[in-house]
């Protein structure tokens, strides 16, 4: 079955710390990968997404994340975390082929920054 | 980037009721797609709608229980019909022109079934 793994249910940093939260799946083939993030009460905003090229790609608010081919990841960083960062963020990846559209999301990561 | 509007944002509904969610796009776009985030959940997929044809439903979803409308290119409508408890979920649509493409998601239509 096709899958997007999200370890940590919460992910806790200081501010001003690197963050990390991180993403693998389980999938065929090789598939487009995003993160968005959802604010309490919010939709589900876009962060950034890999679709070809170079394995780190920068996204919205200083987020950037580094596809790993071999080890199938795709985890989300950010070298200085705010305590707006705060927030859900998803992963999720959907296929090449067959033109569904589908997003497959992985279970969510509550990110806590703290002063 | 598509942006994507939904109404209503929010509602309370009668056990037995139904609910219909409208999503508007700013531009036509092939393939509408409207997903359930039930409480402290991730995103499933319940359909993909498709202008001209019947939408095409994930395991565990049904037409009669999520009827679904795409009317046009722009404009697609999810109702949610003999309202339990278990439907309170946040409801969300989101379109995308191909594949490569990111899908932006609409502000989510939050419903509680009492």
């Known amino acids: 079955a096709q899958s997007v793994a999200q370890p940590e249910d919460q992910v806790n940093v200081a501010e001003g710390n690197p963050l990390t939260v991180k993403c693998t799946y389980s999938?065929?083939?090789?598939?487009?990968l995003f993160w968005y993030v959802q604010y309490p009460n919010r939709g589900l905003q876009f962060l950034l997404k890999y679709i070809t090229g170079d394995n780190l790609v920068k996204g919205s608010y200083g987020f950037e994340a580094e596809f790993n081919k071999s080890q199938t990841s795709f985890h989300l960083k950010k070298p200085s975390a705010l305590v707006s960062d705060s927030a859900l963020y998803f992963c999720?990846?959907?296929?090449?082929?067959?033109?569904?559209?589908?997003?497959?999301f992985g279970q969510g990561t509550t990110l806590q920054v703290k002063p | 980037s598509a942006v994507i509007s939904q109404k209503p944002s929010r509602d309370i509904c009668q056990r037995g009721t139904s609910l219909t969610i409208q999503c508007q796009v700013d531009s036509q776009v092939t393939m509408m797609f409207w997903y359930r985030q039930q409480p402290g959940q991730s995103l499933t997929l319940i359909a993909t709608?498709?202008?001209?044809?019947?939408?095409?439903?994930e395991s565990g979803f049904v037409i009669d229980k999520f009827p679904i409308s795409r009317p046009n290119l722009t404009f697609s409508t999810l109702t949610v019909s003999n309202l339990s408890p278990e439907d309170s979920s946040i409801y969300l649509c989101t379109s995308l022109r191909d594949t490569p493409d990111t899908q932006y998601f609409g502000p989510g239509t939050r419903l509680t079934v009492l």
């Open positions: 709608a498709n202008q001209g044809s019947e939408a095409t439903y």
């Open positions: 999938v065929s083939g090789n598939p487009y």
């Open positions: 999720a990846v959907r296929l090449r082929s067959g033109n569904t559209g589908k997003l497959i």
